[in-house]
C-alpha cells in the first residue's frame, strides 16, 4: 500500500542536542510538509518542498532546518532542541500545489520529548 | 488575519447525531477540508468541498455555504470509535491550507 513513514514514532533528546526525524512516501507526490503540532493545537506548518523547491514559513525558526535528498525522503533537522520544542512533528505529502485543492496524506508523526 | 473557529470540545451519544461546527475568515477560498484526528495519531482525510451543498459519504456528511464563511460535518450513527478530534481546514488564495485547533468529540455509551 503507498504511504507516508515517519521515524521513529517517537524520540527523546536532551536540551540542545541535535536530532533529525524523518518521513518517506511511496506515493510519489511532489509535496512533502513538515507540520509540528502541540496538544489541542492546530499543525503548525514549518516548511514545505515543492519538488526540490523548498519553501520556509516566514515564522519558523532558525533552529529548524530541512532535507529532501530525492523525492522519496524528507528530512527535519532540530539543531538545538529547546523544551518548547517537545511535540508532535507530522509529516504530509500531497500530489501538487501547496495545500491547494490536493488531499495531504500524513505519516504517524514522531512524538518528540526534549529533556 | 485568517481565522478558522470551532468549538473546542463536543460530547454525544453513541447512536446519535452530531453536527461540529467551523466558520473561517479567510483571504480568499479555494476549499475546505475535513480531517479527523484520534489522540496522538495523524490527521487522515474525511471530506473535501469546494463547491456549496452538501457532500455524503457514508455516515460522514459536510456541508459548505461559501457566502456565510461556514461549514458543518455531520456524524451518523454515533460509535465510540469516533471520539477523536475534527479538524476543519480552508484553502486560502494563494493555496496556503489554515487550519482550525480542532473539535475534540466525546461519544458516551
Known amino acids: 500500500d503507498a504511504m507516508v513513514i515517519q521515524n521513529p514514532r517517537y524520540q527523546v533528546t536532551q536540551f540542545g542536542k541535535p536530532v533529525t526525524l524523518s518521513c518517506s512516501q511511496t506515493?510519489?507526490?511532489?509535496?512533502m510538509y513538515w507540520y509540528q503540532q502541540k496538544s489541542s493545537q492546530a499543525p503548525k506548518l514549518l516548511f514545505h518542498?515543492?519538488?526540490?523547491?523548498?519553501?520556509n514559513e516566514a515564522d519558523t525558526p532558525d533552529n529548524f532546518q530541512s532535507r529532501r535528498p530525492n523525492t522519496s525522503f524528507c528530512f527535519l533537522d532540530i539543531r538545538s532542541p529547546g523544551l518548547g520544542d517537545a511535540a508532535m512533528y507530522l509529516c504530509a505529502t500531497s500530489r501538487d500545489r501547496q495545500g491547494g485543492t490536493d488531499t495531504q496524506y500524513f505519516g504517524p508523526g514522531t512524538r518528540l520529548t526534549v529533556l | 488575519g485568517q481565522n478558522i473557529d470551532q468549538p473546542t470540545e463536543m460530547t454525544a451519544t453513541e447512536g446519535a447525531i452530531v453536527q461540529i461546527n467551523c466558520t473561517y475568515q479567510t483571504s480568499g477560498f479555494n476549499g475546505l477540508f475535513w480531517y479527523q484526528q484520534h489522540a496522538g495519531e495523524a490527521p487522515t482525510f474525511l471530506s473535501y468541498?469546494?463547491l456549496d451543498g452538501l457532500e455524503e459519504k457514508g455516515r460522514f456528511s459536510s456541508f459548505l455555504s461559501r457566502s456565510k464563511g461556514y461549514s458543518y460535518l455531520l456524524l451518523k450513527e454515533l460509535q465510540m470509535k469516533d471520539s477523536a478530534s475534527y479538524l476543519c481546514?480552508?484553502?486560502?488564495?494563494?493555496?496556503?491550507?489554515?487550519w482550525g485547533a480542532g473539535t475534540k468529540l466525546i461519544i458516551k455509551p
Open positions: 468541498n469546494v
Open positions: 481546514a480552508v484553502t486560502d488564495s494563494n493555496y496556503q491550507l489554515i
Open positions: 518542498y515543492y519538488d526540490k523547491d523548498f519553501n
Open positions: 506515493l510519489n507526490h511532489n509535496v
